[in-house]
């Protein structure tokens, strides 16, 4: 296994990193990702650690919890060989504080976190939504807190926009306070969107990508074919309108070019874009999900060889898009593109 560093900290993680998000199943959307209980979730963390993945991440709102408690059990005993990463700040109940980045919020989420996954300290927390309700200084003074009481090793963010993320890391400098090291995003070869604004302003800034859903919420399996309606097993059917959206015909180029690559490496279709993925600038690592012992060893043959950089152009070319404004220009112009250089 490859290990990086994430973004400019001094953290090395593994190139593929587990999600639990298939661990406890509770929930419309959750029952489908998978259910796994204690001793398929240990069987799955054994896989992993046998290959070098010792990151993990889950969050406190993937089935109320019970990933978090899943996820604990699963690693008991061994929590010196692992890293944990969890998310908070999407809703977790019905009250005024049961969601955002308050003051009260983050304490109270990360005891409850603490408590669930068995430890007394999470390698890496990352705010799960931008809160735009509460103060910048606020979020990052409580985090400052929290990582000198020991709680916290390092913090991040998912899903957050550029301008976001720059306030955030402006006022970390200005006041002294921890600054996020990772961004967890959505980035595929079907969602690209993360190279037009994000990647630049990682690179920039020293901030890693941990990439959530690599297979494009479940598209690129190999298994979503042109003409085909969606196998039945497919959890596309229950989990689609959760996801982020893809026009039909960009996805089946993609996966027509993904199997004209698979017939000349004689990887699979996921292997070939999850590869893809590690080869992109900023990005720290993958996260790999898998409801069985099966999907988690396909995935994992995603790292150990390289697609070729004319692989890759072929890939870029069937993938790519116009960006939106004002990111276009610089794309389609030459005297943006030779004032800024695209960052891929």
Request: hydrophobic share 40%; aromatic share 8%.
């Amino acid at each position: 296994m490859e290990y990086r560093r994430l973004g400019s900290s001094g953290l090395k993680v593994p190139a593929l990193s587990f999600g639990a998000g298939t661990f406890g199943g509770k929930g419309p959307l959750f029952s489908a990702w998978g259910n796994s209980d204690n001793a398929e979730a240990r069987r799955l963390v054994d896989i992993c650690i046998e290959a070098g993945v010792n990151l993990f991440d889950t969050a406190d709102v993937y089935s109320d919890g019970a990933s978090e408690q899943v996820l604990g059990a699963a690693i008991k005993g061994r929590r010196n060989d692992v890293l944990i990463s969890t998310k908070m700040s999407l809703p977790v109940g019905d009250g005024p504080n049961d969601a955002g980045s308050s003051r009260s919020r983050l304490i109270k989420g990360v005891d409850d976190a603490l408590r669930r996954l068995g430890t007394d300290y999470i390698d890496l927390m990352q705010l799960h939504a931008f809160d735009a309700g509460t103060p910048v200084e606020e979020v990052l003074s409580t985090l400052d807190t929290l990582v000198r009481a020991g709680k916290l090793r390092y913090v991040g963010v998912s899903n957050f926009a550029g301008w976001q993320l720059m306030k955030s890391l402006a006022a970390a400098e200005k006041h002294g306070y921890p600054r996020y090291v990772a961004h967890q995003v959505y980035y595929s070869l079907v969602g690209r969107d993360y190279e037009w604004e994000l990647m630049p302003l990682g690179r920039d800034q020293g901030v890693g990508a941990l990439v959530w859903s690599p297979l494009g919420w479940g598209r690129l399996t190999g298994k979503i074919r042109r003409g085909q309606p969606w196998p039945e097993g497919s959890r596309l059917h229950d989990t689609a309108s959760f996801g982020p959206p893809v026009e039909d015909d960009t996805l089946y180029d993609i996966v027509d070019m993904l199997d004209e690559l698979a017939g000349e490496t004689g990887r699979t279709i996921p292997q070939i874009a999850i590869n893809w993925l590690l080869q992109r600038p900023t990005v720290s690592s993958v996260i790999i999900g898998a409801r069985n012992e099966e999907q988690l060893r396909q995935n994992l043959g995603a790292v150990g060889w390289s697609l070729t950089a004319e692989q890759i152009g072929r890939l870029d070319k069937a993938s790519g898009k116009t960006p939106a404004y004002p990111h276009f220009p610089y794309h389609l112009q030459e005297g943006f593109a030779r004032l800024n250089p695209p960052a891929v």
